[in-house]
């Protein structure tokens, strides 16, 4: 049996990111983000949701580029604190926080260097949804740190360590233990 | 030091949910997908993104809703089967793993019973991206196991157990253990 809870926009679980922007004058910023996704295969897309009255929309407005940058979960305590603190109050939030960035190679936005994961983004695409944009970048590359990177190139998820947010207990997680391989555990159940 | 892997569109982690529809007949279908995220507050609203050719397109155009049911781990592997086979080649694929549906109360689509989370949604808006279209669904209602919802009205996220995708690896995750609260382990950063 199940019960109704109301509207809510819940996803389990969901990543907890920091976008990278800088603003009209050069300052990075860095926002934390839960509500981001891979949208689309061809051109390769990553999209995030922005509230109106966020600096980091301002910044997106006006570079018309933005990063996703996935912390390890050592970074969970600065990861909280970029959320819960503005970059239009604190404009030296990443300074305080002892977080440096660098240029991308191609778009106007900041890489967070603790970040062992680096999505970069060109503005593709937005749709307005109501309190929140759906901004779409297209992702120009992937940076990530070289010890991550095993032989095969693929990226070690266990050494990446990536921080999850779960919605309605309202904390960081780790990644837990693996459960099989995708596209394939499934094919026993096949029957013909 | 970064190294570059190239344009992909990742984001760690994702979820691995199923998407419900109807088709124009009534049939159920369910998909597997990664690539969907809250997207707004107000209306309270979450994205799943799909590719063109897939049935899930077409019910969800005709229909103009659908679910996101999220499961346990426990069905990590018919979430891998229902992302390999699709319901254009086999109509009756839930039927055959042996998953049941209901009906929503408000929108035209069905609910996975055995998925302990159900959100119910009433398309709102899409955004053709490229190879796939970003959904964008108006949450009407969240539909939750009643031993998985505590006193305090919350889900309880380690009784839900849910499944992860960490793309790099190829492979299911479950969530891992609590790394502090959100909105109150980063306040020790505060400098003032």
Redesign the interface.
């Known amino acids: 049996?199940?019960?109704?809870?109301?509207?809510?926009?819940?996803?389990?679980?969901?990543?907890a990111?920091l976008v990278g922007t800088y603003d009209g004058g050069g300052t990075p910023n860095a926002m934390t983000a839960?509500?981001?996704?891979?949208?689309?295969?061809?051109?390769?897309?990553?999209?995030v949701?922005i509230?109106h009255n966020r600096l980091t929309f301002a910044n997106i407005e006006v570079r018309k580029a933005f990063t996703?940058c996935?912390p390890g979960?050592a970074l969970?305590?600065?990861?909280?604190?970029?959320?819960?603190?503005s970059g239009k109050r604190e404009p030296d939030k990443l300074a305080?926080?002892g977080l440096e960035t660098s240029p991308c190679p191609t778009v106007e936005a900041p890489?967070i260097d603790a970040c062992p994961?680096?999505?970069e983004c060109r503005l593709?695409?937005q749709?307005e949804?109501?309190?929140?944009t759906?901004f779409?970048g297209?992702?120009?590359?992937?940076?990530?740190?070289?010890q991550l990177?095993g032989e095969d190139?693929?990226?070690?998820?266990d050494a990446?360590d990536?921080?999850?947010?779960?919605?309605?207990?309202?904390?960081?997680?780790?990644?837990?233990?693996?459960?099989?391989?995708?596209?394939?555990?499934?094919?026993?159940?096949?029957?013909d």
């Open positions: 049996m199940k019960i109704k809870l109301g509207p809510s926009p819940i996803v389990f679980p969901m990543p990111v839960a509500w981001a996704a891979a949208c689309c295969h061809q051109p390769p897309c990553v999209g949701a509230r996703i996935v979960t969970a305590k600065q990861v909280d604190y970029l959320g819960i603190v305080k926080l890489m994961v680096v999505t593709h695409s749709l949804v109501g309190s929140h759906w779409v297209e992702v120009v590359d992937v940076h990530v740190a070289e990177v190139g693929q990226i070690d998820i990446l990536p921080l999850s947010y779960a919605t309605s207990a309202g904390e960081y997680r780790a990644l837990g233990g693996p459960l099989g391989a995708a596209y394939a555990i499934g094919k026993e159940l096949k029957t």
